[in-house]
C-alpha cells in the first residue's frame, strides 16, 4: 500500500501492533522505509508498505 509522507526524510516504525509480541500475526514491515518523490494522499512524497489486518502502525520520520 502507499502511503503520502509529508517529508523526504527516510522513516521508521516505531511500532506495529501486528507483531508476535504483542499478540499480532506477525505481519510486520521493514524498520526503515525509504521515502519516494512519489505524491500521494496528497503530500509530495511516499511509502510503499504493507498494511496488517486489524492493526495500528506508526511511523516516525528521522531527521538527516
Known amino acids: 500500500f502507499r ?18 509480541e504483542f499478540g499480532g500475526s506477525g505481519c510486520i514491515n521493514q524498520n526503515h522505509y525509504q521515502v519516494e518523490t512519489i505524491p500521494y494522499h496528497n503530500q509530495a512524497y511516499s511509502i510503499q508498505m504493507t498494511i496488517p489486518p486489524l492493526a495500528t502502525v506508526m511511523l516516525k520520520s528521522s531527521r538527516r
Open 3 to 20: 502511503v503520502g509522507v509529508p517529508s523526504g526524510n527516510s522513516m521508521f516504525e516505531l511500532m506495529n501492533s501486528d507483531n508476535q
